[in-house]
């Protein structure tokens, strides 16, 4: 009997990326990404220390939330992250995910917010490799495989992390973990379909989404990409 491979597009979301929207309407622009069909708001926590650009914090995480249901997938890159927790759980985050690179803590902050009754993730930059971050899959809803170097939106995807999402997904499926794997850098309808081909489940975008005349017709045509299963 020869093997049939399909296409199963079942599991991918999209998470729009709110760096992209305009920062002085960041309610408009939550709005508009839920009105077009997104799964999740991505939202990019940047402190000027791990990565040289500085964003928003818990502040605009709290004053965001009773505008929407939507999970909000929030994104640290920042240092110590553990200290900074609660206060992103608090301000309504339904997903948190850290860097490996930027504590030593990670255990520890995995554990504050599954602690906190929120999702955690792992996140790991273009040049850390896939083991990194292996020890910390049974403790995670999720990794998020950087496609560009993290602080600025509108970067290049760097095709070789598709490799890294090729053997995260064998893992993971090898494993049986329920698990995500999760993309986020220079995401346009090219990359995510490459990416979810290789195995990725979530999508995040900015510049490409935000960018685009018809967000709702893109992420449509995006989470119809789908991930070869062989049958
Ligand atoms: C980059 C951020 C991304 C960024 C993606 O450091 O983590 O989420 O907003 O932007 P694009 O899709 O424009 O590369
Ligand atoms: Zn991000």
């Known amino acids: 009997m020869k093997n049939d491979t399909t296409f199963s597009g079942a599991m991918t979301k999209i998470s729009p990326s709110m760096l992209s929207a305009d920062a002085a309407r960041l309610g408009e622009g939550l709005a508009r990404l839920e009105a077009c069909g997104a799964d999740w708001a991505h939202i990019d926590v940047m402190d000027g220390v791990f990565v040289p650009n500085i964003t928003i914090g818990q502040h605009v995480v709290r004053a965001l939330r009773p505008l929407s249901a939507m999970p909000f997938d929030v994104h640290l890159m920042i240092v110590d992250p553990l200290k900074h927790v609660p206060d992103f759980l608090d301000a309504g985050s339904d997903l948190i995910t850290v860097h490996v690179e930027t504590t030593e803590n990670v255990e520890e902050s995995?554990?504050?917010?599954?602690?906190?009754?929120?999702?955690?993730?792992?996140?790991?930059?273009?040049?850390?490799?896939?083991?990194?971050?292996?020890?910390?899959?049974?403790?995670?809803?999720?990794?998020?495989?950087?496609?560009?170097?993290?602080?600025?939106?509108?970067?290049?995807?760097?095709?070789?992390?598709?490799?890294?999402?090729t053997e995260a997904r064998r893992i993971i499926d090898e494993r049986s973990l329920d698990v995500e794997i999760s993309v986020d850098g220079g995401i346009n309808r090219d990359t995510a379909r490459r990416c979810v081909e290789a195995g990725?489940?979530?999508?995040?975008?900015?510049?490409?989404?935000?960018?685009?005349?018809?967000?709702?017709?893109?992420?449509?045509?995006?989470?119809?990409?789908?991930?070869?299963v062989e049958s």
């Open 110 to 165: 995995l554990a504050a917010i599954r602690g906190g009754g929120a999702k955690a993730g792992v996140s790991l930059n273009p040049g850390t490799p896939l083991d990194a971050v292996l020890p910390y899959l049974d403790m995670v809803d999720l990794i998020l495989v950087m496609t560009v170097q993290p602080g600025f939106g509108g970067q290049a995807f760097q095709p070789h992390c598709l490799d890294k999402i």
């Open 200 to 228: 990725a489940t979530v999508l995040a975008a900015g510049s490409s989404l935000f960018g685009t005349d018809d967000m709702a017709a893109e992420i449509e045509l995006w989470r119809a990409f789908g991930r070869r």
